[in-house]
């Protein structure tokens, strides 16, 4: 079984940086495209970017093109999401997430979810 953990989410002001992690263990983590979704309050969760096996490929949501950045290590079973410049709409519990689809967007396409980590961002 897959299992995920997130962490490196905070309380930060407008214009601030996190990085958030996720690691993964129980199966080989070059197996699964890596996403990274988050949900809103009040609202559906949303997909924020993702990245391919061997890191070919990323991709990102409009809202966060330019300020967040995807990675991950295979060797160290971890992904990465770099999130610069952040806005108080970027306020939200974030959840990594691993598919073996290739429907990267579609978080209905990941078999497997981290339990989240909360990001506050202040004006």
């Known amino acids: 079984q897959v299992k995920l953990v997130e962490s490196g989410g905070g309380s930060v002001q407008a214009g601030d940086s996190l990085k958030l992690s996720c690691v993964e263990s129980?199966?080989?983590?070059?197996?699964?495209?890596m996403g990274w979704f988050r949900q809103r309050p009040g609202k559906e969760r949303e997909f924020v970017s993702s990245?391919?096996?061997?890191?070919?490929?990323?991709y990102y949501a409009d809202s966060v093109e330019g300020r967040f950045a995807i990675s991950r290590d295979n060797a160290r079973n971890t992904v990465w999401l770099q999130m610069n410049d952040l806005k108080p709409e970027d306020t939200a519990v974030y959840f990594c997430?691993?598919?073996?689809?290739?429907?990267?967007?579609?978080?209905?396409?990941?078999?497997?979810w981290g339990q989240g980590t909360q990001v506050t961002v202040s004006p």
């Open positions: 990245i391919g096996r061997q890191s070919l490929g990323k």
């Open positions: 129980g199966r080989p983590f070059s197996w699964y495209q």
């Open positions: 997430a691993a598919t073996t689809s290739s429907e990267h967007e579609r978080a209905s396409s990941y078999s497997y």
